[in-house]
C-alpha cells in the first residue's frame, strides 16, 4: 500500500525538503529573486516527476506554481494552497546554524528540522506533496487535485488578486486545503474552522503649534497625550468588554460542538498564558481564555509616542501623540463599520483647539467555516488515530486573507490543516519543524486524500 511507500521512503523525502529549504528564497528583499524563481522552477520539476501537469505563472512579481493531478471522471476535486516564500533570517548571529544549512537537531528532547522556511511553509508543503507521491506510486491518486504555491505570502500577495482573475477558472475546486497552520499541541491535531479578521488604524493628535515648556504652560495649554490616552482607555470596559457603538453586531456564539471541544481544551488555554508568564485572563470575563483569543473581537493598542523619549529628562508638553490600534474581528463585524464608530468615538473626545488624523492600515473581515459539510467530517476522522489524542475543531486569533480571498473571489470554502508546533520560531531565528510533524503530516494527508474520496 503507498501508507507502506510513504513510511520507507522517509530519508529520501526528508533529503527532497532539505533540498528545497536550501533555496534562500525570500519576497520581501530584491537581492533574492532569482532564488524565488528557483524554488519555483524545483516545485515544478518536483511535481512534474510524479505524475503532474506543473508550470509557473508570472503576474509581475515572484511566480506562482499550478500543477494539476491526472484527471479523473466524477471525482472531487480539491485545491491545496501554500506558499514558497520565506522570511528574512535577521538577525544572523542568533542563529545556531546557517538558516539556510538544514539539519535534525535535538531541541529539548525532540528531533527537529532546523532551517528557515521548515515550518512556514515548505516542510508543510512537502508533507502534502509526499502524500501525494506515495498515492502516486501506490494505487494512484483518488481524487483530482490542483496545487496552488505562491512565492509572495510573506509580502501581503499583492499579485493574488490579479491572479485570480486571470486563472480563478482553473483552480476553483470544490474546497481548497490549506496547510499554513498548526496543532494544538505536540498530540493533538486540529482543523482550524474560523479566522478573525483585521482592522488597523495609526492616529495622530495635535495640539499646539510646538512642543511647550511645561512650567510655563502646564495646566492651561492642551497635552494631546492625555486626550489620547482617555480618548482610548475609554473604549475598554473593566470586564474586558469594548465599549463602541455597534461593536458587537453580527458577534455570533459558539456552535454546541466547537463549545466542547473547546472546553477540553481548557487547560491549553491557561497554558497559553502561563508559558509568557501570565495569570491572569485580561478579556472578557464571562469568556474562557481559547474563547477569548479565537473566538471573541478585542481592541488593542499596539503602539503609542508622544514628547521626548530620549535618555534623561525634557519637561515638555509634546506638540503631537501618536499611536497605532488593531481590532480583531469575528462573525459579520464589518472593518469599515468598526472604522467609522472607531473614529468618531476619537473625534467626540478631540476639543476644538485640537485637530486629529487617521491613516487606515487595512481591513479584513472575519472567516469561518462550514463544520458541518462532510470534507470536515472526513478529515477529523482521518486525522485521528495517528496522534495520542483525537483531533479537535479549533479557532485561529490571526488572520489568514487568502481563506477570504478563495471565499470572495472564488466562492470556495477552506479546511486549514497544519501540523506546526507553538515552538516552531517562525518570522524568528532558529525556526524548526518536528521531524514527526513531517512524518505524520504526510500520512495524515494521505489518510486525507483517501477519505475524501
Request: glycine share 8%.
Amino acid at each position: 500500500m503507498s501508507l507502506d511507500i510513504l513510511a520507507n521512503n522517509e530519508s529520501a523525502a526528508l533529503e527532497r525538503l532539505f533540498e528545497f529549504l536550501r533555496i534562500a528564497s525570500i519576497s520581501t528583499d530584491p537581492k533574492w529573486s532569482d532564488d524565488c524563481q528557483k524554488a519555483a522552477d524545483w516545485l515544478v520539476r518536483d511535481l512534474t516527476s510524479i505524475g503532474f501537469e506543473a508550470r509557473t505563472v508570472n503576474t509581475g512579481g515572484h511566480p506562482f506554481v499550478i500543477a494539476h493531478s491526472p484527471k479523473i471522471d466524477n471525482a472531487p476535486h480539491v485545491l491545496f494552497y501554500g506558499h514558497y516564500d520565506v522570511q528574512p533570517v535577521d538577525p544572523l548571529d542568533l542563529w545556531e546554524r546557517d538558516p539556510f544549512d538544514p539539519a535534525i537537531i535535538d531541541r529539548h528532547g525532540v528531533k527537529a528540522i532546523h532551517g528557515r522556511g521548515s515550518s512556514d511553509d515548505k516542510g508543510q508543503v512537502m508533507t502534502f506533496i509526499e502524500a501525494c507521491r506515495a498515492l502516486q506510486s501506490g494505487e494512484g491518486i483518488p481524487i483530482n487535485i490542483t496545487i496552488l504555491i505562491e512565492g509572495e505570502e510573506e509580502t501581503g500577495s499583492p499579485s493574488l488578486p490579479a491572479f485570480l482573475d486571470e486563472f480563478g477558472d482553473e483552480i476553483r475546486a470544490d474546497i481548497a486545503l490549506i496547510c499554513d497552520t498548526g496543532m494544538v499541541d505536540a498530540q493533538t491535531p486540529a482543523i482550524s474552522s474560523q479566522l478573525r479578521g483585521l482592522m488597523g488604524e495609526q492616529i495622530t493628535i495635535t495640539a499646539a503649534s510646538s512642543d511647550l515648556h511645561s512650567g510655563l504652560y502646564g495646566g492651561a495649554a492642551r497635552n494631546p497625550a492625555h486626550i489620547m490616552v482617555e480618548a482610548l482607555a475609554s473604549l475598554r470596559n473593566t470586564d474586558g468588554s469594548i465599549n463602541l457603538d455597534g461593536f458587537y453586531d453580527g458577534v455570533p456564539e459558539l456552535s454546541e460542538e466547537l463549545q466542547k471541544d473547546w472546553d477540553a481544551l481548557a487547560e491549553k488555554g491557561e497554558k497559553l498564558l502561563s508559558d509568557v508568564d501570565l495569570n491572569v485572563p485580561a478579556g472578557e470575563t464571562d469568556r474562557g481564555i481559547l474563547e477569548q483569543i479565537w473566538a471573541r473581537p478585542t481592541f488593542e493598542i499596539n503602539g503609542i509616542w508622544s514628547g521626548y523619549t530620549g535618555e534623561g529628562f525634557k519637561t515638555v508638553l509634546p506638540a503631537q501623540a501618536h499611536a497605532k490600534i488593531s481590532f480583531r474581528l469575528v462573525g459579520t463585524q464589518n472593518p469599515e463599520v468598526i472604522r467609522e464608530s472607531f473614529r468618531k468615538a476619537m473625534r467626540a473626545f478631540t476639543p476644538s483647539d485640537c485637530n486629529i488624523e487617521f491613516h487606515a492600515h487595512g481591513g479584513s473581515p472575519a472567516s469561518h467555516m462550514d463544520i458541518t459539510r462532510p470534507e470536515f467530517q472526513k478529515a477529523k476522522s482521518a486525522l485521528s488515530g495517528l496522534w495520542e489524542n483525537d483531533a479537535v475543531f479549533i479557532g485561529m486569533g490571526g488572520s489568514i486573507p487568502i481563506v477570504g480571498e478563495f471565499k470572495s473571489a472564488l466562492g470556495m470554502d477552506s479546511m486549514l490543516i497544519g501540523f506546526a508546533q507553538a515552538s516552531d520560531q517562525i518570522h524568528a531565528p532558529n525556526e524548526k519543524y518536528d521531524l514527526e510533524s513531517f512524518q505524520k503530516g504526510a500520512q495524515a494527508w494521505h489518510k486525507i486524500i483517501t477519505a475524501l474520496s
